[in-house]
């Protein structure tokens, strides 16, 4: 007799907590350790300590607070604009049969163009001031939100609706009982899309034509081949994004905890 | 509660026709649902129970015929024609209560009087316990004790009932059937009911209608009188009538299980 072979091993990995704290401070250490070595020249790439000095400085001399309060205004406004905008424009090509064909042939020829392009295109129409960059957020944060609006809503599922006009239950009801908390999941990960678009467009943006901002301040220390303030300005720019990114999952948790875990 | 309400709502459907891009699926079909009583709709796979009880209940709109209600709604009652899904249709984020709460926020009933119609009939649906629970957190059976409960809330005049057990494990299916019988016995209620289940057919219908093969055209009727309440599983002559149903249905049904689906 022999036993019978285990062999359903392997294609199952897991996550280890530990394990993933432990590479990022290891590598910063080793980065720290080339440094202090001399094996890298920090005239271009810094280095932890250095970085965490600027940003210190950048604290304590209140001019990160000037170029942060600039970036997180044109963040919020640019992107709520764009979002309410695509909310309903994506909301009436998911219901209206007339909306439909029109509006996606308008979002399909608008949506590949690389918004970055159009930069000088509305700093001519809006001004070199803050127009001209909450034009350009809003514009690139409208058309994924379009997209994944009406997504969401083709994705409710019809029986679900059908359901609801067996029982009577009035149009608006429909749209604000059932579509849009059946939308909602897609709509919530395509803000997770949007935000990160929003932070690329807003640095382009920025570097353009700004004297505040993260991105020009990004753009000065380059220009001073000041790598420790650069770096900062990048760790900076990376927070907002891993902070954004968190309220995002409370956001969903919060709103979509039905789910389940 | 859900009294013996005096039955006094049918149905009658004259002429429907219907078809799917061509595909002719109901041609011809006059039916009458009387009024206090169950009406079982059998037939092979794709012949179209489905779409008669859409039509029935004005989901679906025919291509041709007409479906009229006879007599009057009582006067409490909140939407005439009211389903009952064979996948539940439940809102995922909608607790119990809140589902059956749905059907109630749009009409005029104030909020006390709502919440004591979403108690009532959870108790009588034995949802009590469940009335803060997720759908998902809940077995196929429970689920579609949400579903009455919520047709029930309304005080349906006619239930529309398709395939309601079929998503469900034989076990859960029998407990539930029973359930529908004393239910539909105690209230009298008018009933459409769709099914594969020449056993649920039995158990349940009072007229059992036969539907031949596509292009659907009624095949029989057949009428059992016995009491719902009366009738018991093993009994001889329900076994009888079944076994006459399968005589009439089993060559359509291997018709229809060798033919390629489409939709
Ligand atoms: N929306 C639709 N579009 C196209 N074809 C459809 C549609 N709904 C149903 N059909 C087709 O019409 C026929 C009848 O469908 P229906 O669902 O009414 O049958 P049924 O008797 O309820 O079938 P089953 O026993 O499988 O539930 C089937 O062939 C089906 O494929
Ligand atoms: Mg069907």
Redesign the pocket.
Known sequence: MTDVPFRATGFAPRRVAWASVATLLGLLALWQAAASLGWLRTEFLSSPLLIGRALAALIQSGELWQHLAASLQRLAIGWTVGTVAGLAVGLALGLFTLARSPGMAVVSALFPIPKIALVPLFIIWFGIGEGSKIVTLAFGVFFPTVINTMAGVDGVPRGLIRMAQSFGVPYGAIVRKIVLPGAAPAILSGFRITTSTAIILLVAAEMIGADRGIGAFVLQAGNLYDTDNLLAGIVVLSSIGLTIAWLLGQLERRLLSWRGP | MIGAMTARVGLSAAGIRHG??G?S?LDGIDLSVPAGQVTVLV?P????????LGILGGLIRPDAGTVAITGTPAEDCLNPLTYVFQDFALLPWRSVEGNVALVLEHTEMPAAARAQRVAEVLELTGLSDFATAWPRQLSGGMRQRVGIARALAVRPAVLLMD?PLSALDAQTRDLLLEEFVRMIAATGLTTVY?T?NLGEATRLGQQIVVLGR?PGRVRQILTIDRPLAERLPGDDDLARVEAELWTLLRADALAAEREL???
Request: glycine content about 16%; proline content about 0%.
């Open positions: 799917y891009q595909l699926v037939g796979s794709g012949c179209g129970k489905s779409t008669m395939e769709v594969h596509r689906v489409h939709d």
